[in-house]
């Protein structure tokens, strides 16, 4: 038997005090391990997520909640802008891209967001089966959607109002599947993807509509009754048209004729990447009309020139907010991190505790093995070895509940992701950091500490006077 | 300091000369010379010279209090001298490190005490593996079946301290010490708190098991019992200064 073997033995003869200090070291390592991977995540989730984004232009309003409505798709949107003045903006020359982005209906809590091809090559997506949309209420959903809720090509979806789950359900719109994502990107693997037109149709033209009755999340009423002007232009039933595969699928031309300016031509949206930039500005040129109203619109700029002077242009000049997804990202960690150094603190606490527990356990526990241990002497033990039996039983202990508070970190990170709505979740509880090994360090170093004077009793152990019991 | 401690021989069993020749022709396992020990309170101990040969089974008597526990441990490598020299099985005991005396009393020298002192955590072939494991041995199955075998323990060779009867443990305590072959065999008040009975099982036990292993039984007690069975003994005279 090894000095491990001993000290394991000694442990299960002192199972209360033992299962105590486990578990004390398991809740201070489980709280210790979410933090680190929900800041670690959170982190690189801000960073990588809204990486080739310059800009957001939105409606005043906070900026962080603009960045997080827009890009990653966690908060209501600040309101809507104009499509004119955003036109005007996607024709400036400092722009290379500019992403129109519409919001306001959810299905089972993934957000269903009205773009347009330039998405795609924003966040350099692409798909795994079927199509892109080429019509109005046709869709293309992220993978992390189509594996949660088993869609497949041809399958009908109805939204729903609002950007969470519970919302009063379209019944009359489906969008027909026509597309899936490859497994990309973790905020766009779990939204659906559809044209402007459906969600301007979904909820009633604005060109015809009043605006404050489509606040898409802010005010919006379940019970509208969506305003059908402008639809009728639509009406090409796309229930019918779209259920079958793509090779069958007719041509959008003679499928789907075009709504005049409404929506963009459907074969605008099969060209390729590389001319998406002209691309965008047509399709914001062919939507045309000042009165229509988009959620955002995501920048990429033309050159590091735009840094400086596009956000004040746009503050200054219009009536719209421009964000900076770096700054704001920076920012929001920097809010998160106050809580998150309270958490720590409340983890250092309980692990402190669970290093006394071990302490007063092992201590007492000496009294009772003093003839053990100076029978081990007898036998041959050095001091040495009854040192390192005490310290092995301090590092198992506080080993052991690191370890459990590390499977239970991500155990409770799960169970926090999957209570989130579908695409507010940035956090992937089976991903395994190397700083964790560092978690088990340091509770194997606290486990060292604790034993640390119990051991040197142990050490000192007075073989002669505790045999003759003096 | 002043000489307070003496020993005295006497022979009960064996015929003078005999043990004479024994003496001239056997190897010593045991030699003491010159040793002294001082208690923390001041008390001192002088102990007369000692050797004892291989085999010969000896007791060390005294009254309560005379110094039996404390000679014992200082044989054993417990308890350093504050003089004198200690020779077990042609070793002498406190020129050795620290770590290399451990190793030898793991080796060499087997102890049992009144109680048996099982480690409370381990099986009873567990107690019987670290015993090996400490002296620098290896591990043994074979070695500790045989020995729990003789000892009528085999059976139990899986069972924990607190589900083997007193004499059960005692025998497992026997076994513990044997098990590495020593060299001498010290037990200190084995019978002191048994009946008739269990002390003539006990004593037969040590002498087989001291006889099989091939080594010299050193009993210190106040037992009269069992200098019956014993016939070399040493009586620990004097008093504490």
């Known amino acids: 038997m090894n000095l491990l073997q001993i000290a394991w033995k000694n442990i299960r003869q002192n199972q209360a005090t033992s299962i105590l200090g486990v578990l004390l070291t398991a809740f201070g390592t489980g709280i210790l391990c979410v933090l680190l991977l929900t800041s670690h995540q959170l982190e690189e989730q801000l960073d990588n997520n809204s990486r080739g984004i310059d800009l957001v232009v939105g409606a005043k309003g906070s900026p962080i909640q603009l960045i997080l409505s827009s890009v990653y798709h966690m908060d209501n949107p600040t309101g809507n802008i104009s499509l004119a003045e955003a036109n005007k903006l996607t024709a400036n020359p400092m722009v290379k891209l500019a992403v129109p982005l519409s919001l306001g209906d959810n299905y089972r809590g993934h957000r269903i967001v009205g773009t347009d091809s330039s998405f795609l090559q924003l966040y350099g997506l692409e798909l795994a089966e079927g199509r892109l949309w080429q019509g109005d209420f046709e869709a293309v959903v992220g993978a992390e959607v189509v594996r949660r809720h088993g869609l497949r090509i041809g399958d009908k979806i109805y939204g729903a109002h609002g950007l969470s789950s519970g919302g009063h359900t379209h019944d009359e719109h489906p969008y027909t599947v026509t597309g899936i994502l490859g497994t990309k990107h973790p905020i766009a693997d779990r939204l659906i993807l559809t044209n402007l037109a459906s969600v301007w149709r979904m909820h009633g033209d604005h060109a015809d509509t009043d605006a404050e009755a489509h606040d898409h999340g802010h005010h919006h009423d379940a019970d509208d009754q969506h305003d059908v002007v402008g639809v009728e232009e639509h009406e090409h039933h796309h229930g019918e048209t779209h259920e079958h595969t793509t090779t069958d699928h007719p041509t959008p031309t003679t499928d789907h004729p075009t709504p005049t300016t409404d929506h963009r031509s459907p074969n605008t949206d099969h060209r390729s990447p590389t001319t998406d930039h002209q691309l965008v500005k047509s399709i914001m040129g062919d939507i045309g009309s000042g009165e229509r109203e988009i959620t955002s619109l995501l920048i990429q700029y033309r050159n590091p020139a735009a840094i400086g002077m596009f956000p004040r242009l746009v503050n200054q000049n219009t009536a719209l907010q421009a964000a900076s997804p770096a700054i704001e990202s920076a920012r929001l960690f920097s809010l998160l991190g106050i809580g998150i150094d309270s958490l720590q603190v409340l983890a250092y606490v309980i692990m402190l505790m669970a290093a006394l527990s071990i302490f007063i356990s092992l201590y007492n526990a000496l009294k009772n093995r003093k003839y053990d241990l100076a029978i081990m002497r007898t036998l041959g033990a050095s001091q040495g070895k009854l040192f390192g039996i005490v310290i092995a039983e301090g590092i198992l202990l506080t080993f052991v509940g690191a370890v459990f508070g590390i499977i239970i970190g991500h155990i409770a990170l799960y169970a926090i992701s999957s209570s989130t709505t579908g695409n507010a979740t940035l956090l992937n509880a089976m991903t395994l950091l190397p700083q964790e090994a560092w978690l088990v360090a340091i509770g194997v170093g606290i486990g060292f500490v604790a034993a640390a004077l119990p051991a040197i009793k142990a050490y000192r152990t007075p073989i002669s006077q505790t045999l003759s019991g003096n | ?241």
């Open chain 2, 1 to 241: 300091m002043r000489v307070t401690s003496i020993w005295t021989e006497y022979l009960k069993l064996a015929e003078p000369n005999s043990l004479a020749m024994q003496d001239n022709n056997t190897e010593k396992v045991i030699s003491l010379n010159g040793v002294t020990y001082r208690y923390r309170g001041g008390e001192s101990l002088h102990f007369a010279d000692l050797e004892i040969p291989v085999g010969r089974h000896t007791l060390i008597l005294g009254d309560s209090g005379s110094g039996k526990t404390t000679l014992l441990h200082i044989l054993s490598g417990l308890l350093k001298p504050d003089t004198g020299n200690v020779t077990i099985d042609g070793q002498l005991l406190y020129d050795l490190a620290p770590r290399q005396l451990d190793e030898f009393r793991g080796r060499r020298i087997g102890l049992i005490f009144q109680e048996a002192h099982l480690v409370k955590s381990l099986t009873v072939k567990e107690n019987l593996q670290i015993a090996q494991g400490f002296a620098g041995a290896k591990v043994d199955n074979s070695r500790i079946h045989e020995v729990l075998t003789l000892l009528n323990l085999d059976h139990k060779a899986n069972s924990y301290p607190n589900k083997l009867s007193r004499g059960q443990m005692q025998r497992a305590a026997i076994a513990r010490a044997v098990v590495n072959r020593p060299a001498i065999l010290v037990a200190d008040e084995p019978t002191a708190s048994l009946d008739d009975r269990n002390t003539a099982s006990v004593l037969e036990l040590l002498l087989n098991q001291a006889e099989t292993s091939g080594a010299t039984l050193i009993i210190a007690t106040h037992d009269k019992r069992v200098k019956t069975r014993i016939a070399h003994a040493y009586e620990l005279g004097g008093h504490l200064s």
